[in-house]
């Protein structure tokens, strides 16, 4: 019986080091885009970057967009599942005061020979907010 607690428990550990971070995979996100408000240049938006679990969320990184509504979010995460990334904007365009959650989609489509997984993803609309994403990418480090 003593030997039989003792695997289970050495089963479960790992497991559950890898809820907090401690084991697992190091996975990467990198978001860079621009943010526009009715074709013009969205200054001073704030957009989070964070990972939701089934347990939490976990935010990865923050920015507020300059004068030409470009940005780069970018965190680095341990997780023994494919990390989850979503952004959160808050705006005031047309002083509607929402505030959107984009969800990243994936599956995203493995590079030759290489860890990056990438995807190319369109203009997004989220009411009178344009988003504009040059790449988004999420690397196993």
């Known amino acids: 019986m003593h030997i039989l607690t003792t695997v289970v428990a050495l089963a ?13 995979k190091k996975q990467r996100v990198v978001v860079k885009g621009e943010v526009e408000c009715h074709g013009k240049p969205a200054e001073n938006v704030r957009l989070v970057l964070y990972v939701k679990n089934w347990l939490y969320q976990s935010n990865m990184d923050k920015y507020l967009t300059n004068k030409t509504g470009t940005f780069v979010l970018n965190g ?22 929402v505030s959107d959650v984009m969800h990243i989609e994936g599956p995203y489509s493995r590079a030759r020979s290489s860890n990056n997984f990438s995807k190319i993803v369109s203009t997004i609309v989220l009411w009178w907010l344009e988003l504009k994403f040059a790449n988004v990418l999420i690397v196993r480090v």
């Open 12 to 24: 479960v550990i790992p497991s559950c080091g890898g809820l907090f971070g401690v084991f697992g």
């Open 76 to 97: 680095t995460r341990r997780s023994i599942w494919t990390l989850d990334p979503r952004v959160r904007i808050y705006h005031e365009c047309h002083r509607s005061n």
